[in-house]
């Protein structure tokens, strides 16, 4: 079975609350993703977060938008997803960041065909050599294999690995099967891109363009953000600046 596993939680030292703040027509980021990630066919979302009582909003959340929801460890990520894999029966999981309201649609469908049509540990995207995950971009998700999860919490006790799940797996290609999606070369030209909402200032950017961008496409393309950005290149110092202030 494979499932999206959405890591979210309500603390933020930057900015708190961000998943959960107004965002696009009254809903937050956190409902706008859940909703996007149900146009995937065959697949479970489970919405996996802590117990602190402060994340009680996001289980209430995930049952009013009709997904699952796993409670678990805080700090330990790596084993929260371990745990709520195991207990809805998942063997296969594509890990999803909460602070992303831009991850492409289509991306995701491609991630998930090459996942059911391939036995790899891990599954992503590369850009220009960089694993996704390690941009600024915002757009993609990662696969992996509740095995391989396993096999990094036996290996390693070293808090990095503990609670960023997927990078113990990605810094060591020797020990897993991997397998790169290149993504596309629009972005070769294009490193100043920050989607990701890690502090205000990102969050104002990103509520503006995706209002813009969303009003009159709820799904937009990879492309469709870099056309948009380069007609509004206003944004770009800012998101340089955000890129060099919050380093991956």
Excluded at 98 to 110: A, G, K, M, V
Excluded at 153 to 169: F, K, M, S
Excluded at 199 to 228: H, L, R
């Amino acid at each position: 079975m494979l499932a999206f596993i959405v890591q979210a939680r309500v603390g933020s030292t930057r900015l708190p609350n961000k998943i959960l703040l107004p965002f696009f027509k009254g809903k937050s980021i956190l409902e706008l993703l859940i909703s996007k990630l149900k146009n995937i066919e065959d697949a479970k979302v489970i919405l996996a977060t802590s117990k602190n009582k402060e994340n009680d909003i996001l289980e209430q959340i995930a049952r009013q938008n009709g997904v699952l929801c796993f409670r678990g460890a805080e700090n330990d990520v790596i084993q929260r997803f371990i745990d709520a894999a195991e207990e809805h029966g998942v063997n296969n999981m594509i890990r999803v960041c909460s602070d992303n309201p831009f991850l492409e649609l289509s991306s995701i469908r491609e991630l998930v065909h090459c996942a059911k049509n391939s036995n790899n540990d891990y599954i992503s995207f590369n850009i220009g050599g960089v694993p996704s995950i390690k941009t600024h971009y915002g757009f993609w998700t990662e696969f992996v294999k509740l095995d391989a999860l396993k096999k990094v919490a036996l290996l390693t006790d070293e808090q990095l690995y503990h609670e960023h799940v997927t990078n113990y797996i990605y810094t060591h290609p020797d020990m897993f099967s991997i397998n790169w999606i290149d993504g596309p070369s629009i972005l070769d030209t294009h490193p100043e891109i920050r989607l990701t909402i890690d502090t205000k200032e990102d969050f104002d950017n990103v509520k503006q363009i995706y209002g813009e961008i969303c009003e009159k496409n709820e799904y937009p393309t990879i492309a469709d953000v870099v056309k948009y950005l380069d007609a509004h290149s206003m944004f770009y110092a800012s998101m340089r600046n955000q890129i060099k202030q919050n380093n991956k």
